[in-house]
T-cell receptor
Framework: DAKTTQPPSMDCAEGRAANLPCNHS???????VYWYRQIHSQGPQYIIH???NNETNEMASLIITEDRKSSTLILPHATLRDTAVYYC??????????????FGKGTLLTVNP | DTEVTQTPKHLVMGMTNKKSLKCEQH?????MYWYKQKAKKPPELMFV???????INESVPSRFSPECPNSSLLNLHLHALQPEDSALYLC?????????????FGEGSRLTVL
């Protein structure tokens, strides 16, 4: 079962920053935080991941709290095409039989014009 | 080429039919995955192949039979399915098993069982 907690839905105005929170209070030292999104009728798309430092790429920024119990995905200038379900996932990089990308319920982000 | 290609995009089958879903990637990835997604639910992991060998089977019923003929291809053979098996079946691949969680997903095959 997924161990992360996300709000079921959020709204954002087009052109504004979208800040999507995720709680992962039981995360262990080997577990990274991954973010994916799934646009309607498409396969999930990888966005970004991190362990404890903040990360940024061309799609988004990931801010992880110092205690690693929560994180925020930031889409700096949301567009209508960013409307999707966003999934926050813990993944243990130590491998073995627990190396499974398990999706939780995610957050449906709706970007409004 | 950063694509995972799934065929067919849509499939309708009866409960007595035998059909297969196909997945192909040419990124040199050595891990491949099957996920099942019901409407308005998150994807659920079914199988993982690492270096062409089945490494994870999430207690999937035997009417679903995966096959990895080579490092680029992944099949899911379907036989005697039930209407509740109707779902979107997603294939994914990743570079090295157990090293990265960056999976590349296909668009999925939408299966309807009558």
């Amino acid at each position: 079962d997924a161990k992360t907690t996300q709000p079921p839905s959020m709204d954002c105005a087009e052109g504004r920053a979208a800040n999507l929170p995720c709680n992962h209070s039981t995360i262990s030292g080997n577990e990274y935080v991954y973010w994916y999104r799934q646009i309607h009728s498409q396969g999930p798309q990888y966005i970004i991941h991190g362990l404890k430092n903040n990360e940024t790429n061309e799609m988004a920024s990931l801010i992880i709290t110092e205690d690693r119990k929560s994180s925020t995905l930031i889409l700096p200038h949301a567009t209508l095409r960013d409307t999707a379900v966003y999934y926050c996932i813990e993944l243990d990089h130590s491998g073995g039989s627990n190396y499974k990308l398990t999706f939780g319920k995610g957050t449906l982000l709706t970007v409004n014009p | 080429d950063t694509e995972v290609t799934q065929t067919p995009k849509h499939l309708v089958m009866g409960m007595t039919n035998k059909k297969s879903l196909k997945c192909e990637q040419h990124m040199g990835h050595r891990a491949m995955y099957w996920y099942k997604q019901k409407a308005k639910k998150p994807p659920e992991l079914m199988f993982v192949y690492s270096y062409e060998k089945l490494s994870i089977n999430e207690s999937v019923p035997s009417r679903f039979s995966p096959e990895c003929p080579n490092s680029s291809l992944l099949n899911l053979h379907l036989h005697a399915l039930q209407p509740e098996d109707s779902a979107l079946y997603l294939c994914a691949s990743s570079q090295f098993p157990g090293v990265t969680g960056e999976l590349f997903f296909g668009e999925g095959s939408r299966l309807t069982v009558l």
